[in-house]
């Protein structure tokens, strides 16, 4: 269990930031794609790939059990952002080609078997997965379509619920 | 020589105990809507400022007010006794879904997923008290019937 209970929400932010920012670095399709940590700001907007996105997380409750510390759960959100225009990175089909993916991603067992490096204050975990770092997914919702201001912008975004132990 | 059976008391009693649950849920959503409605009001009550200048604190909640509307615009319907819904007035506020999502230029300020994160769990709280209270009150044992 590598969250620490006072720093929950930029340690969930950057494991789940981690897991993708693993698959775009070398699974198809996913290396179409580039995976930002927050919210997108102006300059990221330069990169000729659609943007994965992972939002702060917020925490929707707790689940207190006899004999243990309580665990939380939260909500993340992770969208994606397609700002190259029909012809530059693959319009509106790519968009939703990726909320696919995330809806998926998040949906099944096979979440688990990825490996991933994260640094968390000053300790790096090396190839742990979510499961190892106390991380047990409930469920993906979405994809909600965001309504942006460029015509040939296409936004989505995916709602990932999880349970969260330390 | 006979022997009467009469359980009309078990229907007498569980209509009592759906009344009852019918009025808590009611109450419950009385209650969501009164959360919700002020949460989101409070997220949108930031400090004013003038037209045309920098928020005093971009890209933070709650929403600066430069003309009001969006602050104004917070609005609820009643459905029905389970059902009810929190909105913003589209036509007072039209760009309320671009500084709840941000833009490219402007980080999003989620005043309403906020609201709800932020009392979710008192909204679930008070309604399984009310159900429990009423259900008592109607002579039912909310542990039987409930499954608690």
């Known amino acids: ?166 | 020589m006979a022997i009467s059976f009469d359980f009309s008391g078990w229907d007498r009693k569980s209509a009592a105990v759906k009344e009852a649950i019918r009025e808590a849920s009611k109450e419950a959503v009385d209650f969501a809507v009164d959360q919700i409605n002020t949460g989101v009001t409070q997220n949108l009550g930031g400090e004013q400022h003038p037209p045309r200048t920098p928020s005093p604190y971009p890209g933070r909640l709650p929403v600066t007010m430069i003309s009001g509307n969006l602050h104004d615009s917070v609005r609820f319907h009643r459905i029905d006794d389970n059902r009810a819904i929190v909105y913003i007035d589209k036509n007072r506020a039209p760009y309320a879904v671009h500084v709840h999502y941000g833009t490219k230029k402007m980080r999003p300020r989620r005043f309403m997923s906020d609201a709800v994160a932020e009392r979710r769990e008192a909204i679930i709280n008070r309604q399984r008290y009310l159900i429990k209270l009423k259900i008592r009150r109607a002579g039912g044992n909310p542990s039987e019937i409930l499954g608690l």
């Open chain 1, 1 to 166: 269990m590598a969250i620490r209970r006072k720093y929950s929400v930029s340690d969930v932010q950057k494991v789940i930031h981690a897991l993708i920012a693993k698959l775009t670095s070398a699974t198809a399709p996913w290396s179409s794609w580039q995976a930002v940590y927050g919210y997108p700001e102006g300059e990221v907007f330069n990169f000729t790939k659609l943007l994965l996105y992972v939002d702060t997380p917020i925490k929707t409750g707790t689940l207190a059990h006899q004999g243990g510390r309580p665990a939380i759960t939260m909500e993340i959100i992770v969208g994606c952002w397609n700002n190259g225009g029909d012809e530059g990175t693959g319009g509106v089909e790519e968009c939703d080609i990726a909320a696919g993916h995330l809806l998926d991603l998040f949906g099944d067992v096979d979440v688990y078997n990825t490996t991933f490096t994260v640094t968390l204050g000053s300790t790096t975990y090396t190839n742990k997965s979510l499961y190892d770092h106390g991380i047990i997914i409930t469920g993906s919702t979405g994809p909600r379509n965001i309504p942006v201001e460029d015509p040939l912008e296409y936004r989505r975004e995916v709602t990932v619920s999880m349970i969260v132990t330390f």
